[in-house]
């Protein structure tokens, strides 16, 4: 039985990857790398190294520790400038529904000013755990984002359950050895196909977590 449900942030919680899309987009084109919008999109939930890493190896350039630090730093104001991101519909419901019958964390590849900020505005008093890019070494899709979620919450992993939308993000949550389920959010279905479950909408994802609440009565 689960006790604890870890929710990636964009795109699950929040409808904010266009401006993540277009932030790395424009902090690309500054260094001379081409970049579209749709291939952010395609490794949604890597956190701020990984993006950097994947791109600058496809321009056969090689980063540092200060052009990752400096990256960021660009990134992130070109997303607060532009940031016009809300809550999901229902979604603040199903949270309050959960909270308090189930231990909850956030785990995101967006770097931790982004994720904290996002949370309070729309989700404030919720999470027991917020995990973000630049809490881990390696990010999705490698297992440490979930692991450590886990581990923060004071769960088993057979404990939890995973909500995503990014073909990565399920990845990281399968290496980590968790239950997941997904929703279409950017990306076509057939590209969450490794999660346990997959959601063509939100409208699915919330039935199956005000059950989830329910469960619990």
Not at 16 to 28: L, T
Not at 91 to 101: D, P
Not at 145 to 165: F, H
Not at 182 to 201: I, N, P, Q, W
Request: glycine fraction near 6%; include cysteine.
């Amino acid at each position: 039985m689960f006790k604890g449900v870890i929710f990636d942030s964009d795109g699950v919680l929040v409808d904010s990857m266009s401006y993540h899309a277009k932030a790395w987009v424009k902090v690309f084109e500054d260094e001379g790398i081409d970049v579209s919008e749709e291939e952010v999109y395609e490794i949604e939930g890597s956190n701020h190294k990984g993006v950097i890493d994947i791109f600058f190896k496809k321009a056969g350039i090689e980063a540092d520790e200060s052009t990752y630090e400096e990256l960021l730093q660009k990134k992130r104001k070109l997303f607060m400038e532009m940031n016009e991101a809300e809550a999901f519909d229902n979604m603040r419901e199903c949270l309050e529904l959960l909270h308090g019958k189930y231990k909850l964390a956030v785990a995101s590849g967006a770097d931790r000013k982004i994720v904290s900020s996002l949370m309070e505005k729309f989700y404030p008093d919720i999470f027991d755990v917020v995990i973000s890019g630049e809490d881990v070494s390696n990010g999705k899709p490698d297992p440490e984002p979930y692991l450590k979620a886990v581990d923060k919450l004071g769960l088993k992993r057979d404990e939890c359950l995973v909500v995503e939308n990014a073909p990565l993000g399920i990845k990281s949550a399968k290496n980590a050895g968790l239950y997941c389920v997904a929703v279409a959010t950017y990306l076509e279905a057939e590209k969450m196909s490794e999660a346990d479950r997959v959601f063509g909408d939100h409208s699915g994802l919330t039935d199956y977590l005000k059950e989830l609440a329910l469960a619990k009565e």
